[in-house]
């Protein structure tokens, strides 16, 4: 077993970051697909315009996300080399991962052409639709029973927004 160093332990640091952050990512986006936009659909709530103005392209970005974790998870599940399973070599592959996905990400752009138009409906929907209020409050009373802290739909409909300056290519 290699002796621990400063250096072993940042990188475990940044490995264990990535890897925790990109699930509760993934897992977020699902739990919006499934409670929001599936029960949305179901129910018949809205027509498919109004939906697709609402949630774009979050199912594209939620598979492009699966996959990625998916590779990162392979990753960090190998064994390493001699140093241990958090050494340089690793962190290596993880940076070439995701410079091999950077034209991938560009599919976020269009989401976040399209948030602003996605928040406006949401306003007036919430405004205007007594049947999607009544769904916003079931999901959100759903969200809460199941543990989550953010239920407001439009947390979730950000957080790609959010997500991809935090990639720092």
């Known amino acids: 077993q290699p002796t621990q160093t400063p250096d072993v332990d940042k990188r475990r ?5 990535i890897l925790s952050t990109e699930r509760q990512y993934v897992g977020s986006l699902q739990k919006s697909v499934s409670v929001h936009l ?12 109004t939906i697709r103005s609402l949630f774009g392209d979050i199912e594209f970005i939620l598979s492009l996300n699966k ?53 406006n ?6 405004q ?7 769904f916003f409050d079931r999901t959100k009373k759903q969200l809460e029973d199941e543990g989550f802290r953010q239920t407001e739909l ?11 300056p935090r990639y720092e290519f």
């Not at 640091?13 to 970051?17: F, G, Q, R, S």
């Not at 599936?38 to 315009?49: C, E, I, S």
């Not at 001699?82 to 070599?89: A, V």
């Open 13 to 17: 640091m940044i490995i264990d970051e």
């Open 38 to 49: 599936n029960q949305l659909r179901d129910g018949k709530v809205l027509d498919a315009d």
């Open 67 to 119: 996959q990625l974790l998916l590779e990162l998870e392979s990753i960090v599940a190998k064994k390493c080399c001699s140093d241990g399973d958090y050494c340089e070599h690793k962190i290596e592959q993880i940076a070439e991962l995701f410079v091999r996905w950077a034209p991938a990400f560009k599919h976020y752009a269009q989401f976040i052409i399209g948030y602003p138009d996605s928040r």
């Open 121 to 126: 409906t949401f306003r007036r929907l919430m």
């Open 128 to 134: 205007n639709s007594k049947e999607f209020r009544m």
């Open 154 to 164: 439009l947390y979730f409909l950000i957080m790609p927004v959010q997500r991809l």
